[in-house]
């Protein structure tokens, strides 16, 4: 693909240690060293780690031998592990603490990644290979308002970064501009219902941004764990924002990751929003070349969006189960679900309105997470209709095991082997593709 300046991304691409990052390569090899003053700066922030109070992934994992097995390395783009860190030592409240600089991070600071990614995706160990690329078929997936409109709005998107560039916090100013340059000759492909606009951020006037934000179309550089990890450089230069004419469709550009490629609509309709997803990403692939590793899939800057790097979200209104929001976040858990706020990652929660997506996006196929969000909401939808408010103030409600429990036996399961019943399952499954498709594949 050409570029506006007439190269193609190829030309662009560095010549690093692709070896590295196909993940069996060795990062002791052709090292470059830290130098003097990153040593002594991340003596402080390791030695600032220790002093803190705070649940991070990067607390938990960075050990005194990791660090001092890390605290040499240099990546090609200049990386240390000052830069992969520095996030989750200025916020000691962060979850996980760390992003990854360039796509080489996550070989040359491994020992410090591979246990995070262990234990946000749930178990995917440093030896296993994220599975193939398999969107399956859209079209076996419903509407989660069938039984009654408890789905305000359906989303998905996915993370990608463009493999010419490091990550955003290793971004050059030209980095920023001619990436920018890159997705929008690319964008400029969409055709159909994905036809649209880009509009470079500097561009957008305050109300549009702030009706667009309202909309929850629109980011902003007002994330503290994003901006310590170095990621609003040289704002607003090479940000966007490309929208489809009737806003189901948006790529952000250069906000924490290249490329958020994101469709959405009001509503429950997850076969419409993930077809239009699926569409959109067939197109733009055929035009950029994004990165990936054969072990990790898709790489960004947070390890938590490596992977399929989708999260399928709903806005769901829940005037009963909100009101326990323990108790929601104990079952959503239990399906492998996570639940935000309102207006998204570290927001409050606004008349009952939660923000519920899937949590992994490593080593399950994207058609696989989308169905781990969908089964998850359904059950999480049956659990709100059948206990009233009433129920859950006088704690006359099922348990989240008894919950867990009724799940199994009508997604055609028996209570105590974790056979298959088959009669609740030929009831409960005649007509319904999306199941059929779960159980033919899971049988495999
Ligand atoms: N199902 C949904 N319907 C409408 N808006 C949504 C939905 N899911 C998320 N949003 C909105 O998308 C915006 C971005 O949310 P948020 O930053 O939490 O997630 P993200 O874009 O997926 O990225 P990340 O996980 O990196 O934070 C917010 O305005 C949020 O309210
Ligand atoms: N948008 C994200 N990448 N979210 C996940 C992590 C956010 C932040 N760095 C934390 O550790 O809490």
């Known amino acids: 693909m050409k570029t506006l ?15 590295a990052v196909s993940y ?32 991070s992934l990067l607390k938990k994992y960075l050990t005194r031998d990791i660090y001092d097995t890390l605290k040499h390395r240099v990546t090609e783009s200049g990386a240390t592990l000052l830069d992969v860190i520095k996030s989750g030592v200025e916020n000691p409240d962060s979850s996980i603490g760390v992003y990854a600089p360039d796509s080489e991070s996550y070989v040359m600071f491994k020992e410090i990644f591979d246990p995070i990614i262990k234990d946000y995706h749930q178990g995917f160990q440093p030896t296993d290979e994220h599975p193939k ?13 069938a039984p009654a409109d408890y789905v305000l709005s359906t989303r998905i998107r996915c993370a990608r970064s463009l493999e010419a560039y490091p990550f955003n916090s290793k971004m050059t100013e030209e980095n920023y501009e001619e990436l920018e340059q890159d997705v929008e000759a690319a964008l400029d492909f969409l055709d159909g219902d994905l036809a649209g606009y880009y509009t470079t951020l500097s561009e ?14 629109l980011f902003n550089n007002e994330d503290r764990f994003l901006e310590a990890a170095g990621a609003f450089h040289y704002w607003p230069k090479g940000r966007g924002i490309y929208l489809n004419s009737d806003n189901t469709f948006i790529v952000w ?3 924490e990751d290249h490329m958020r490629i994101i469709s959405m609509e009001k509503g429950g309709n997850v076969k419409s929003v993930y077809k239009r997803f699926v569409n959109a990403l067939s197109s733009l692939e055929e035009h950029l070349h ?24 709903v806005h769901i209104r829940l005037p009963n189960l909100g009101k326990d929001r323990e108790k929601l976040e104990e079952l959503a858990a239990g399906f492998n679900l996570q639940v935000r706020g309102t207006s998204g990652e570290h927001s409050e929660v606004e008349d009952y309105v939660f923000d519920i997506s899937n949590k992994r996006r490593v080593g399950l196929t994207e058609f696989e997470t989308i169905q781990e969000m969908y089964d998850g909401i359904e059950e999480i939808i049956r659990y709100e209709s059948e206990n009233s408010s009433e129920d859950i103030d006088n ?3 099922d348990t989240v095991s008894q919950i867990y429990e009724k799940t199994k036996y009508d997604a055609g399961y028996d209570n105590k082997e974790g056979n ?3 009669d609740n399952q030929n009831n409960k499954h005649d007509n319904d593709e999306r199941d059929n498709y779960k159980h033919e594949n899971n049988e495999k």
């Open 204 to 217: 957008l006037k305050p109300n549009e941004k702030k009706k667009l934000t309202e909309e929850h179309l």
């Open 420 to 422: 298959k019943n088959e």
């Open 24 to 55: 069996y390569g060795s990062p002791e090899e052709g090292m470059k060293n830290t130098d003097d003053q990153t040593v002594e700066e991340l003596s402080k922030a390791f030695e600032k780690l220790q002093k803190t109070e705070g649940d």
């Open 395 to 397: 704690g006359n409600n």
């Open 5 to 19: 300046k007439g190269e193609t991304v190829e030309d662009r691409r560095p010549i690093t240690k692709e070896s």
């Open 133 to 145: 690329v398999d969107f399956g078929d859209p079209d076996v997936f419903g509407d989660l308002n």
């Open 253 to 255: 550009v250069n906000e």
């Open 290 to 313: 994004f990165s990936t590793s054969q072990r990790l899939g898709h790489l960004n800057f947070c390890p938590t969006n490596i992977g399929t790097g989708i999260r399928a979200s």
